[in-house]
Structures are given as C-alpha cells and as structure tokens.
C-alpha cells in the first residue's frame, strides 16, 4: 500500500487507507506513516476522526471485562522482575516524605495502566475471541467495504465506505472456500453501518480465513444460490 506520493491508479484511496488505521489492519511501516500524515495532514487527520465515530458502534456489543487475578501477578512480573531488592529499611521520616512511598505510588500507576493495555493480550485464551476483517473493493469498481467478522456474536459487521447499489438492485455478500461454490451470508443491508448474522454452519468456515465477495443482485438476493450478477467486492479475511 502507498500512502504517499504520487496519485494513481494502483494508490488506494486516503480515505479506505484511514478507515485500515482506525481498525489496526495497515503494517508496522504503513502505521508509522499514516500516524505522521495525521500530525502533519489536517485532512487525513480528520478522514481518521470520521472513521473512528463511524466504526465506534462496532465495539458497542463488546461488555467490559473484569481482568482475572492472574493478570497483575503476570504484569508485576514483567514490570519488576529485574528490580533489585530493596535495603533495608531505614528510619521512617514521615509518608510524604518518604522516597519508598512516592516509588510505590509511581509502581502502582505504572501497574494500572500497563493492566489497561495488556489486559486483551493476557486474558486467558477461553477468553479471546476470534476478530477477522477485510477490505473489499475491486479494480473495475468503485464499491468499497470494510467487513469485521465478530466470532462472539457470529456476525459480520460492514462499513460501507463508496459506490451505490442500481436501483431496483441489491448488494449479496458471499463466503468463497477454496474452489468450492460460493456460499451466500445474505443480503447486505443498506447503511453506512450493517451487521449480517452467520449461520452455525459456516462460522467455522470464516474463522479459517475465507473469502468475503460482495456481487449485484435483483431485489431479495440471487435467485439461483449462486452469484447472478458481477462482483463488485471481493477481500480476505485477516486475524487482527
């Protein structure tokens, strides 16, 4: 992906590429520079704003979670294990004071915080869920989707990011396996912000690491089970 430079036909477009770095999906590098482009480029910083409102509702189904009593065990190990014992103590002068004390508080902030951020990375694996995305478009379209497969709810969340259904037509998102025939999710509703539900039988399917296709089709979805019209969308589903 290039962020900079040249326009053309193989540059994707800044505001697809702000929608990648709200969801975490661009690499290490392609962050790097985006995250420069937002302090040095107000309109790229905004089109970043905008897709953070935009993708907000879908974290709303995520409740919070209670770290379990391993976890601050697990950080104080990682924070302090190279610390080298204290010495002993010497006369107490007073809490405010005393330099163990304001050291302790600072430990404690350090803790809280790092608990904040590490807690996704800690919790137990019968813990985490399964969070695919892709990035759907095509050359010869202008129809664009961000899709978020959300293994705890068993649905696939689509932002819908550029080019309109025809009138009198529909939008049909499609599961691709291998050679296998494609398998319909169903019809994307209209919306800038639209969930369709996974059936029990192709969770597994997706949480593989499928292909997501998003074809035109008449009114209520393809008639033959099988994609009618062209496709407009296409992208793979990636673990973030």
């Known amino acids: 992906m290039t962020l900079t430079g040249e326009h053309g036909p193989e540059r994707e477009s800044d505001d697809l590429i702000a929608a990648e770095y709200v969801l975490g999906v661009l690499s290490a590098a392609e962050r790097q520079e985006a995250t420069h482009r937002i302090d040095t480029d107000p309109a790229f910083a905004r089109l970043v704003d905008e897709w953070e409102v935009r993708l907000s509702p879908l974290a709303d189904a995520y409740p919070a979670a209670e770290?379990?009593?391993?976890?601050?065990p697990a950080i104080d190990r990682r924070l302090f294990a190279s610390a080298s014992p204290s010495p002993a103590a010497a006369p107490r002068a007073g809490i405010w004071t005393s330099l163990g004390f304001w050291r302790g508080l600072a430990?404690?902030?350090?803790?809280?915080?790092?608990?904040?951020?590490?807690?996704p990375y800690l919790q137990p694996p019968a813990q985490q869920q399964t969070?695919?995305?892709?990035?759907?478009?095509?050359?010869?379209?202008?129809?664009?989707?961000?899709?978020?497969?959300?293994?705890?709810?068993?649905?696939?969340?689509?932002?819908?990011?550029?080019?309109?259904?025809?009138?009198?037509?529909?939008?049909?998102?499609?599961?691709?396996?291998?050679?296998?025939?494609?398998?319909?999710?169903?019809?994307?509703?209209?919306?800038?912000?639209?969930?369709?539900?996974?059936?029990?039988?192709?969770?597994?399917?997706?949480?593989?690491?499928?292909?997501l296709a998003v074809s035109v089709e008449p009114p209520g979805g393809s008639p033959t089970g099988q994609p009618t019209g062209p496709v407009v969308a296409t992208g793979d589903l990636k673990n973030i």
């Not at 770290?67 to 601050?72: I, N």
């Not at 404690?108 to 807690?119: C, D, N, Q, S």
């Open 131 to 211: 969070r695919l995305v892709a990035s759907l478009a095509a050359d010869s379209s202008n129809v664009k989707y961000l899709a978020v497969y959300d293994a705890a709810h068993h649905n696939v969340g689509l932002s819908h990011l550029s080019g309109e259904r025809d009138q009198g037509k529909d939008f049909e998102l499609w599961l691709i396996e291998g050679d296998k025939p494609p398998v319909s999710l169903g019809v994307i509703p209209v919306g800038a912000a639209t969930t369709v539900p996974v059936t029990p039988t192709l969770q597994q399917q997706l949480e593989q690491g499928a292909v």
């Open 107 to 119: 430990a404690a902030a350090v803790a809280g915080l790092a608990i904040t951020i590490a807690l």
């Open 67 to 72: 770290p379990s009593q391993s976890v601050k």
